[in-house]
């Protein structure tokens, strides 16, 4: 089983910036592909951004390429997403999920939230205007 807490949410102006950290239990924290995904009140969760097990292959939505980061870091057990340039459009609460096969199949493959095995309980993002 593995589990994952969500932390680094807020409330934010617009142009600003935060970085949200997602930490795993479990010793095999390198072997797992992570996401981030986010849900606006009324609307599906949508993916974010995808990263291998070693960080070697990332994959961002259109929507927040240039201005969102995903890293990890593989002794900490954390990986985490910088997000700068915010906007209004990108409140949201943000979930990191977790899939423990270890192959990366493709950045479209990460993009569906079927992908997953694991899911955090989101940290909640506000951007004003």
């Known amino acids: 089983q593995v589990q994952l807490v969500e932390s680094g949410g807020g409330l934010v102006q617009a142009g600003g910036s935060l970085r949200l950290s997602c930490a795993a239990s479990g010793r095999t924290f390198s072997s797992y592909t992570m996401g981030w995904f986010r849900q606006a009140p009324g609307k599906v969760r949508e993916f974010v951004a995808a990263?291998?097990?070693?960080?070697?292959?990332?994959y961002y939505a259109d929507s927040v390429k240039g201005r969102f980061t995903i890293s990890r870091d593989n002794a900490k057990n954390t990986v985490y997403l910088q997000m700068n340039s915010l906007k209004p459009e990108d409140t949201a609460v943000y979930f990191c999920?977790?899939?423990?096969?270890?192959?990366?199949?493709?950045?479209?493959?990460?993009?569906?939230?079927?992908?997953?095995?694991?899911w955090g309980q989101g940290t909640q993002v506000t951007v004003s205007s």
């Open positions: 990263i291998s097990r070693s960080g070697g292959n990332i």
């Open positions: 999920a977790a899939d423990p096969r270890g192959t990366w199949y493709s950045g479209t493959y990460y993009s569906y939230d079927y992908s997953y095995d694991y």
